[in-house]
C-alpha cells in the first residue's frame, strides 16, 4: 500500500497569516499521462469531509483560491494563505494512483 | 444540489451483519462510479471500496474484502455496503461519496457485543 505521511502545523495559527501542509507519499503519484493523483480535503468539526484539491493542484468548484496545491512525485504541500476562522479543522491529503485509495492521517489547523 | 443520504446503521454484535444504503439526488446516479469511505473515531479516513456505473466491477480494500460487499441500483439511485461477519474494528461512521467529490453526512456503525 502507498503509505501517506503528514506534516505538523505550529498550531495555534494566527488569523491572517498563511500556513502550508505537508504530505509525502511513499511511492510517485505521477503517472504516466502527466497527472498527479493526489487530493486534499478539509473536515471541519462535526462535518464530513471537502474535496479542496484535485490532481495535485487544481481548486475544486466553489473552493476559495486561498487555497492552492503543489509538489513533486512524492512530496506535496497544500498552502492557505490569510488563514480565516472557517479554515479550522483537519486536512487530509489522498493518493488515488494505486488501490487501496489511502488517507494520510491528518493535520490539525487551529485558529489564534 | 447533489445529495447523498446515507441508512441503516446500527449497534450490531460481533460476526454479524449490517446492510448500509446511500441515496443519491440532484445528479444522474448511473454515470458515476461511487465509493464508501469510513472514519473511526478520533481517527483519519479509510477507504474501502468502489463500484463501477453498471455495478459489473468492484474494487475493495484487503482489510474488509470477502467481508464486505458494494452494489447499486441505478434505477433508485442507490448504493448498498452489505456488512457481514463484523469486528469490533469495524466501528466507525460510514460515507458514500461521488468520485470524493460529494460526500454524505456519514452513519455510524457499531460493533460491540
Known amino acids: 500500500d502507498i503509505v501517506m505521511t503528514q506534516g505538523a502545523l505550529p498550531n495555534p495559527v494566527p488569523s491572517g497569516e498563511s500556513a502550508s501542509i505537508t504530505c509525502q507519499s511513499s511511492?510517485?503519484?505521477?503517472?504516466?499521462?502527466?497527472?498527479?493523483?493526489l487530493n486534499w480535503y478539509l473536515q471541519r468539526p462535526g462535518q464530513s469531509p471537502q474535496l479542496l484539491i484535485y490532481?495535485?493542484?487544481t481548486r475544486a468548484s466553489g473552493v476559495s483560491d486561498r487555497f492552492s496545491g503543489s509538489g513533486s512525485g512524492t512530496d506535496f504541500t497544500l498552502k492557505i494563505s490569510s488563514v480565516e476562522a472557517e479554515d479550522v479543522g483537519v486536512y487530509y491529503c489522498?493518493?488515488?494512483?494505486?488501490?487501496?485509495?489511502?488517507f494520510g492521517a491528518g493535520t490539525k489547523l487551529e485558529l489564534k | 444540489e447533489v445529495q447523498l443520504v446515507e441508512s441503516g446503521g446500527s449497534l450490531v454484535q460481533p460476526g454479524g451483519s449490517l446492510k448500509l444504503s446511500c441515496v443519491a439526488s440532484?445528479?444522474?446516479?448511473?454515470?458515476?462510479?461511487m465509493d464508501w469511505v469510513r472514519q473511526t473515531p478520533g481517527k483519519s479516513l479509510e477507504w474501502i471500496g468502489e463500484?463501477?456505473?453498471?455495478?459489473?466491477?468492484?474494487n475493495y480494500a484487503p482489510s474488509i474484502k470477502d467481508r464486505f460487499t458494494i452494489s447499486r441500483d441505478n434505477a433508485k439511485s442507490t448504493l448498498y455496503l452489505q456488512m457481514s461477519n463484523v469486528k469490533s474494528d469495524d466501528t466507525a461512521i460510514y460515507y458514500c461519496?461521488?468520485?470524493?467529490?460529494?460526500w454524505g453526512q456519514g452513519v455510524m456503525v457499531t460493533v460491540s457485543s
Open positions: 511511492k510517485s503519484l505521477l503517472h504516466s499521462n502527466g497527472k498527479t493523483y
Open positions: 461519496t461521488r468520485i470524493y467529490l460529494s
Open positions: 490532481w495535485m493542484s
Open positions: 440532484g445528479f444522474t446516479f448511473s454515470n458515476y462510479w
Open positions: 489522498q493518493q488515488f494512483l494505486e488501490y487501496p485509495r489511502t
Open positions: 463500484i463501477n456505473t453498471d455495478g459489473s466491477k468492484t
